[in-house]
């Protein structure tokens, strides 16, 4: 008899065991794949706002209308910020007015030392947008203590501005670029 | 028995201790609770502690809070080039680990004199070091210069890079050490308060003023008043000594919150100012006695407000700019100002000599007039809060040095110690390279680029 109780006991322990681990499994799957989707709205909004302002701001009023210059010393030249620096500043506003994820632009090439891949994920996510055109790239890091999922989108070259100042600027490592290249990425974090 | 005696002795001493530090801490007076020497920015209010230690026991957090209370505006106004959210991305979690850029109090700690670098407030030397160590790597320039000159004046500012950032340095390079349209922009409060007026304003003459005739008002008062731009833009005498919502009775000595109805900009950055801070915390007013600068031993208890510069009822900004200062001020700079330059230019202009806007008064470097776009106009004004031009002294040089000189020789005389104490008399006996390295670096670049075109 009681031998029969604590086999018994021991099934439903290990049965409870499997459960649990295959409702975990399913949970850390289900809040992974929770956090891909926030993560690609994110991109989707941030894209659809760099195209509006690239396309009906900055490309109408300086190539169409020529009314207005855009520069990067946009306050200094009275001109309008490069669509590049426009996505960089609203980044830094939303961190700032503490918005509960980060991202920002990061290239291979970039004119600014500050914006080359410094974390491992940031390395590995950026040659693999370059390896893979039209790709995204997942994953998971920890920094400063804290677990983040971690999203990159490749940065494509769509006109010839883009192309223009990445390989006129006197700062830009490469100067080859052609439309239709991936010039960079994008990152999304989100603290998991 | 003896140690009974002991124990009253010692339960005497630490009541009457506890009181003094209590009827202390209520009080007025608690330099005792001061941990030590305050910086030059902070002294003069340091006896109000709750303006930073907000709660008795608050940290950092509450500490940055009160920091951006005060010089949030300010960080703003001179773009800030390495702002706060620029340190809390996720992605410099391990550069905040070393030196925790996001906070002030990171580098600026209060009540440790032993950290001020000269610049009023006290600064660790090297902190450029733990993001941009690998500087060489791409500006040779910077192979042999040491971390801690980073700060050195005419190269790099942490907060205020407007006048030394590469492509700026790059565009002045080639500028005259005196341009040929020399001058300030003109003042223009009058104009702008007749076009936001919704009606034309009436010239008002001694007739027309409006202080209550029981008074006995004397002549002078009224005949300086009518002078004035006060007079002439329809400010009478209720306007400024019985302001509604400030006072309702008239008042002989209005305070600066009755200049604050009209002048705003004004008040709100002479507030912020070395002169006017312990006003805004309703201190009692700041005297050259509490100075740390040397002062005129004969005027150092002259209480500071609007009018003990600008003179009631005469408001004369020529007074202003230059007698003021020098009835206080009496270290080596000011006492050399007389025999400069400078000073001949603003003797000439204000006896008709000169050209207007070419004279150059105290005022002119160190209550600037800024020039504000609203509307597609210029709103000039004068910026009474004198800490974004002081120190370090390249902050100077967006809104004042390069009014009237190139940008090579302003760096090169803001480096020049000598110079300074003497007023500019003489041109400046060192130069600071980054002209001279950034332009190498920019014809380098561009003639790399060619070469990567022709491949």
């Known amino acids: 008899m009681s031998q029969s109780i604590v086999r018994m006991i021991g099934l439903s322990v290990a049965l409870g065991m499997l459960i649990s681990l295959g409702f975990g499994c399913t949970t850390e799957q289900g809040s992974t794949m929770h956090l891909k989707r926030m ?154 | 028995m003896a140690s009974r005696r002991a124990w009253i002795i010692w339960c005497s001493f630490a009541l009457a201790g506890s009181g003094y530090l209590g009827s202390t801490l209520l009080g007025q007076d608690k330099t ?17 502690c709750d303006t930073c230690h907000a709660y008795a026991f608050g940290g950092g957090p509450v500490l940055q809070k009160r920091c951006l209370t005060c010089h949030g505006e300010e ?57 941009h160590e690998d500087i060489a790597e791409d500006r040779l320039s910077h192979r042999d210069v040491p971390f801690d000159t980073c700060a050195d004046a005419g190269c790099h500012n942490f907060h205020d890079n407007s006048g030394l950032y590469e492509a700026f340095l790059v565009k002045n390079a080639e500028a005259p050490d005196t341009l040929d349209i020399a001058k300030v922009p003109k003042r223009n409060a009058a104009e702008v308060r007749r076009m936001v007026n919704k009606r034309p304003l009436r010239r008002l003459t001694r007739d027309d003023h409006d202080a209550p005739r029981y008074l006995d008002v004397e002549e002078q008062i009224i005949l300086d008043w009518e002078e004035t731009a006060h007079a002439k833009s329809e400010v009478n005498c209720m306007d400024c000594h019985q302001v509604a919502g400030i006072t309702n009775e008239w008042r002989d000595n209005p305070e600066f919150k009755a200049c604050n109805t009209c002048h705003k900009m004004e008040v709100s950055g002479y507030i912020q100012g070395k002169h006017g801070m312990r006003l805004a915390l309703e201190l009692s007013p700041m005297t050259p006695a509490q100075a740390r600068l040397p002062m005129k031993k004969k ?73 504000r776009r609203h509307r597609g106009k210029d709103i000039v004004r004068v910026q009474h809060n004198q800490n974004g031009n002081l120190r370090p002294n390249e902050t100077m040089i967006r809104d004042v040095c390069l009014r009237c000189h190139g940008l090579s020789f302003s760096l090169d005389a803001l480096a020049d110690e000598s110079l300074i104490r003497n007023n500019f008399k003489g041109g400046p006996a060192r130069h600071v390279k980054s002209i001279d390295w950034a332009v190498a670096r920019a014809k380098n670049a561009q003639r790399d680029k060619e070469r990567q075109r022709v491949k």
Request: hydrophobic content about 35%.
């Open chain 1, 39 to 192: 993560a690609d709205s994110l991109y989707a909004v941030m894209a659809a706002d760099r195209k509006i302002y690239s396309k009906l701001v900055v490309n109408r009023l300086v190539n169409e209308e020529a009314v207005i210059k855009a520069s990067e010393h946009w306050r200094d030249d009275r001109a309008l910020p490069l669509p590049a620096q426009m996505f960089r500043m609203a980044a830094e506003e939303a961190m700032d007015s503490g918005a509960n994820f980060a991202y920002s632009l990061l290239s291979l090439w970039p004119i600014n030392p500050q914006n080359k891949p410094r974390t491992d994920m940031e390395k590995t996510g950026l040659k693999y947008l370059m390896d893979n055109p039209g790709k995204n790239y997942y994953g998971e890091e920890s920094l400063g203590g804290r677990r983040y999922f971690t999203a990159l989108y490749p940065d494509v070259a769509v006109a010839d501005a883009c192309v223009d100042c990445h390989n006129d600027h006197k700062d830009s490592p490469k100067s080859d670029f052609e439309i239709g290249d991936t010039m960079g990425g994008v990152i999304i974090r989100i603290p998991m």
């Open chain 2, 32 to 48: 005792v609770y001061v941990p030590g020497t305050t910086s030059d920015g902070h002294y003069q209010i340091e006896l109000r």
């Open chain 2, 75 to 131: 960080l703003q106004r001179i773009q800030d080039s390495h702002p706060r959210r620029v340190f809390i991305d996720p992605r410099n979690a391990d550069r905040i680990a070393d030196v925790d850029a996001s906070q002030c109090i990171s580098c600026h700690k209060e009540h440790r004199p032993e950290m001020d670098r000269g610049m009023g407030v006290t600064l660790p030397v090297d902190f450029c070091f733990y993001c």
């Open chain 2, 299 to 371: 005027n150092r208890d002259n209480a500071m407000g609007c009018t003990s510069c600008h003179r009631s009822h005469r408001f004369d900004t020529v007074d202003a700019a230059v007698k003021a200062c020098l009835k206080c001020h009496d270290d080596q700079h000011s006492k050399a100002y007389k025999a400069s330059l400078h000073f001949d230019l603003w003797r000439k202009e204000n006896e008709g000599e000169g050209e207007t806007g070419r004279g150059v008064s105290c005022a002119t470097c160190h209550l600037p007039r800024e020039v």
